[in-house]
């Protein structure tokens, strides 16, 4: 999902920053102009680090400004399908909820959250299994499985990525301490009967 690359491409500078320090004005142009844009074989760049001009700028006449080649290391994210992910509950609406997922956001469909049949409240932003009561609300930490991959290269946020928790260890991250705390309560009464079978025999 993340990833680090080397990224080279052109910048433009505007006559007016002909004056200025070339690295700091690079640096700066190129962390507006690349971080949070979404290459469609690569993925989201996140940051932009060890940014460099490379060669001469060329002005283009009638244009004025300098066109400069950079080069630079970018951290990519990049949502991969089948991959497992942990993310944070931001919204609950009447369709399902939509959680963060590294600088995006996914849909877990409310046919994917559980297997059971769901009330969603979005008005309280909480939903909530019918037999299991098992609850999921804005905030809750869970973990996912991507199963629908969206890249809308123009914009990230128009992106569609979705998850389901529908399989096993999946969900919030709460359920999955549920099988844990049955294992514990398990051994601790088996620990109590071994011994009082001990003081039996005493």
Request: hydrophobic share 40%; charged share 35%; glycine share 8%.
């Amino acid at each position: 999902m993340y990833a680090m690359m080397k990224v080279e491409d052109t910048i433009r500078i505007l006559p007016e920053r002909f004056g200025e320090n070339l690295d700091e004005v690079v640096r700066e142009i190129v962390q507006k102009s690349f971080e949070g844009t979404m290459r469609k074989d690569h993925g989201i760049i996140i940051a932009a680090n060890n940014i460099t001009a490379t060669g001469d700028g060329i002005i283009i006449h009638g244009d004025g400004a300098m066109y400069q080649k950079v080069a630079f290391d970018a951290l990519m994210f990049k949502p991969k399908l089948q991959e497992i992910v942990d993310g944070i509950i931001c919204e609950i609406v009447e369709f399902g909820a939509f959680c963060h997922i590294g600088p995006i956001d996914a849909l877990i469909h409310m046919s994917q959250i559980m297997n059971d049949y769901v009330e969603v409240d979005a008005e309280n932003e909480i939903i909530t299994g019918k037999e299991k009561k098992m609850t999921l609300k804005t905030g809750d930490p869970i973990r996912a499985r991507i199963v629908a991959v969206s890249i809308n290269e123009l914009s990230a946020r128009e992106s569609k990525i979705g998850l389901t928790m529908r399989q096993p260890n999946l969900g919030a991250h709460e359920w999955l301490k549920e099988p844990e705390k049955e294992e514990k309560e398990k051994e601790e009464q088996k620990d109590k009967k071994k011994k009082k079978k001990r003081k039996g025999k005493k």
